[in-house]
């Protein structure tokens, strides 16, 4: 028996025994006796806010409720589960090291079997090894896959990943409100400081003038000149007349002293709307000046108002939040390792390699010959 073994691999050549039969027979010691049951556990998500489209028809369904998808918190999510914080969050205690290091596991899959490098970033490049987050474009659904070594750690790990994507988009939905709010409080304060300012300034000129409207009071002023000015029209009038007829009346040096009042009325009252720098038109240039000030102001104040107000409610409508359409499965049996396919498919590389090399030497002797 032992003789006709021999005879056989002699006639197969140490080549095949070489490439084929000690590989397969690896695979098959390790696919069939020492490769450790991989158990998955999966959920599945969506983030959903009230302000975008959706792409798809998945994702109009979803917009039927009144919600869509929210990329840039999915990305965030995403992004936040394959970092190395989500890896500190999950290995508190030693959590996640423990449970991938026992002797249970075998020690081709165990993290660091040989104590050789227990390091974090040996244990991230492991971690990552062993989580899967992806999403699908398509129809907005993100997908998150566990590996373990048996069912319970599996659901567990992905029970908290679930709720670390959860606390993420919660945490960036509470950052958004606060920086859009803050940003609108920040112009109404801006804006209620320089309408105050302005109504103070324009307090201010009317303290220091004593005159509430310097346009009205020119308007007022200028009704006054008017009226004199009628009068003096009467009085020179009168004093023609008188003149004509009875040039020695007792009147007429009356007249006189009261056509010069008159004139010199209009000149004071003439001065005080207009000729220097404390005149009603130099007033009222200034108080256009402030009253423009205080008015513009005040629309930005009632903008800034109007502003802080549509903040609020965008930030209200803007909640993003994780709905869970698949929850985190215990799985009651090992999806990996694919064993049978394993060995199959390591003894088929095999074959071929060796016919290969088979050819290549067999085609290297013919051409010494």
């Not at 056989?8 to 690896?26: H, M, N, T, Y």
């Not at 158990?39 to 028809?57: D, G, H």
Request: glycine share 4%.
């Amino acid at each position: 028996m032992y003789q006709r073994i021999k005879q056989r691999f002699q006639a197969l050549g140490p080549l095949f025994v070489l490439i084929v039969l000690i590989p397969s027979v690896c695979s098959f010691i390790y696919f069939g006796m020492i490769a450790s049951d991989v158990y998955i556990s999966e959920s599945r998500y969506v983030v959903r806010s009230p302000e975008k489209s959706a792409p798809s028809s998945l994702g109009m369904l979803l917009k039927s409720g009144g919600f869509t998808n929210a990329s840039d918190q999915i990305f965030a999510a995403q992004a936040y589960l394959s970092s190395r914080d989500a890896l500190h969050e999950l290995d508190k205690g030693n959590a996640f090291k423990k449970a991938f290091s026992t002797g249970d596991i075998s020690i081709f899959n165990r993290f660091d079997p040989l104590g050789l490098d227990g390091s974090f970033e040996a244990l991230y490049r492991y971690y990552q090894s062993r989580i899967g987050v992806e999403f699908d474009s398509a129809t907005s659904i993100t997908t998150l896959s566990v590996r373990a070594y048996d069912p319970a750690t599996a659901r567990k790990l992905n029970e908290n990943m679930l709720r670390m994507a959860e606390a993420t988009v919660n945490r960036l939905n509470v950052r958004g409100r606060q920086d859009l709010i803050q940003f609108a409080v920040a112009e109404v304060a801006q804006a209620k400081d320089r309408s105050r300012k302005a109504a103070l300034a324009l307090s201010a000129f009317r303290n220091e003038r004593g005159i509430v409207d310097p346009e009205k009071q020119a308007a007022i002023q200028l009704q006054m000149i008017s009226k004199i000015q009628d009068e003096l029209i009467t009085a020179r009038t009168q004093l023609s007349e008188i003149r004509e007829y009875a040039p020695q009346s007792p009147q007429v040096p009356v007249l006189r002293t009261r056509i010069a009042g008159l004139e010199e009325e209009i000149r004071r009252e003439s001065g005080l709307i207009a000729g220097d720098r404390k005149s009603l038109a130099a007033a009222t240039a200034q108080y256009q000046q402030l009253s423009l000030e205080a008015e513009f102001s005040d629309r930005q104040l009632a903008a800034a108002m109007a502003s802080l107000q549509d903040a609020q409610n965008e930030a209200r409508r803007k909640q993003a939040y994780v709905e869970r359409l698949a929850e985190p499965n215990t799985p009651d049996a090992a999806l990996e390792p694919h064993r049978l396919r394993g060995i199959l498919t390591t003894i088929m590389m095999c074959l071929v390699v060796w016919g290969v090399a088979a050819m290549l030497i067999a085609g290297v002797k013919e051409h010494r010959h």
